[in-house]
């Protein structure tokens, strides 16, 4: 598949008609939002509309997530409509904007053939499937980002695994003393033909001793028992030249804006 038809379909199954794990998915004319069952956040992870309409759009945004989430994320693509003038228009708002990444796609295929047949390292990898497990994600991140909003992100996904939700899986890598060290998880709606990696962290004492790609290696035989035929990576700067090395492709650029409603004016004045 070439680059602009993987990039539509990315497009259209990951963001225009989505079905991201523990979350509502509304799909109005010009943009698809979706809220998280615990209602900590919503997701703007599509839009299609003209420059001049973008400030009318993120004022239409602010007032609708009232009473339904504290927290509005917008996800902002380099090669979405009216990209400068939504962008212009959050920052005017006070979204926060976050570090950019860059979207990587690849053949699962491919990725399972450039992987080492039995990965190397200390490390063990486990499914987290109740619960407690997710403790290890904030053991993990706590570790990572101290001072970052770990726990509201950890609590929604905990409400995951509580419902028994079928479009993610979680994975930590352990070592030989039992400390969780690595994460990763996965949005795979059954069906759908690209899966989501997200989330890979490891410790600072564990990195070069081959974490990442452990997490890549489980994360590729998941998706393609699932009858994935791609995965995707929104990928850091540190973690491109990895994922290139495995067959994985930019189709573009992304940033994350967000805000925390609560307390704030339905619009911007």
């Given at each position: 598949?070439?680059?602009?038809?993987?990039?539509?379909?990315?497009?259209?199954?990951?963001?225009?008609?989505?079905?991201?794990?523990?979350?509502?998915?509304?799909?109005?004319?010009?943009?698809?939002?979706?809220?998280?069952?615990?209602?900590?956040?919503?997701?703007?992870?599509?839009?299609?509309?003209?420059?001049?309409d973008a400030a009318l759009h993120v004022d239409a945004?602010?007032?609708?997530?009232?009473?339904?989430?504290?927290?509005?994320?917008?996800?902002?693509?380099?090669?979405?409509?009216?990209?400068?003038?939504?962008?212009?228009?959050?920052?005017?708002?006070?979204?926060?904007?976050?570090?950019?990444?860059?979207?990587?796609?690849?053949?699962?295929?491919?990725?399972?053939?450039?992987?080492?047949?039995?990965?190397?390292?200390?490390?063990?990898?486990?499914?987290?499937?109740?619960?407690?497990?997710?403790?290890?994600?904030?053991?993990?991140?706590?570790?990572?980002?101290?001072?970052?909003?770990?726990?509201?992100?950890?609590?929604?996904?905990?409400?995951?695994?509580?419902?028994?939700?079928?479009?993610?899986?979680?994975?930590?890598?352990?070592?030989?003393?039992?400390?969780?060290?690595?994460?990763?998880?996965?949005?795979?709606?059954?069906?759908?033909?690209?899966?989501?990696?997200?989330?890979?962290?490891?410790?600072?004492?564990?990195?070069?001793?081959?974490?990442?790609?452990?997490?890549?290696?489980?994360?590729?035989?998941?998706?393609?028992?699932?009858?994935?035929?791609?995965?995707?990576?929104?990928?850091?700067?540190?973690?491109?030249?990895?994922?290139?090395?495995?067959?994985?492709?930019?189709?573009?650029?992304?940033?994350?804006?967000?805000?925390?409603?609560?307390?704030?004016?339905?619009?911007?004045?």
């Amino acid at each position: 598949m070439n680059p602009a038809a993987l990039l539509a379909l990315y497009d259209d199954t990951m963001r225009r008609n989505a079905h991201p794990a523990g979350m509502a998915p509304e799909r109005l004319p010009h943009l698809s939002r979706y809220t998280t069952s615990s209602g900590s956040q919503r997701f703007v992870m599509w839009h299609d509309f003209d420059d001049s309409d973008a400030a009318l759009h993120v004022d239409a945004e602010m007032a609708a997530v009232h009473g339904h989430a504290g927290v509005l994320m917008w996800k902002l693509y380099r090669h979405d409509r009216a990209h400068d003038a939504l962008r212009s228009a959050l920052l005017a708002r006070g979204f926060e904007e976050n570090d950019p990444s860059t979207l990587m796609v690849a053949a699962v295929d491919t990725v399972l053939a450039a992987l080492p047949a039995a990965p190397s390292g200390p490390l063990a990898a486990r499914q987290l499937t109740t619960v407690r497990d997710l403790d290890a994600y904030q053991q993990i991140w706590d570790d990572v980002w101290p001072g970052a909003p770990n726990a509201r992100y950890v609590n929604d996904y905990k409400s995951r695994i509580d419902q028994h939700d079928p479009g993610i899986l979680f994975y930590a890598g352990f070592a030989p003393d039992g400390e969780a060290v690595t994460s990763g998880y996965m949005f795979h709606h059954p069906g759908d033909p690209i899966a989501l990696l997200c989330g890979g962290t490891t410790k600072a004492a564990w990195r070069r001793q081959h974490a990442y790609t452990l997490m890549l290696a489980v994360r590729a035989q998941a998706a393609a028992k699932r009858g994935a035929s791609h995965l995707a990576v929104e990928a850091s700067p540190e973690s491109q030249p990895i994922l290139a090395r495995l067959g994985f492709e930019p189709l573009s650029t992304l940033m994350f804006y967000e805000k925390h409603i609560a307390d704030t004016p339905a619009a911007a004045s």
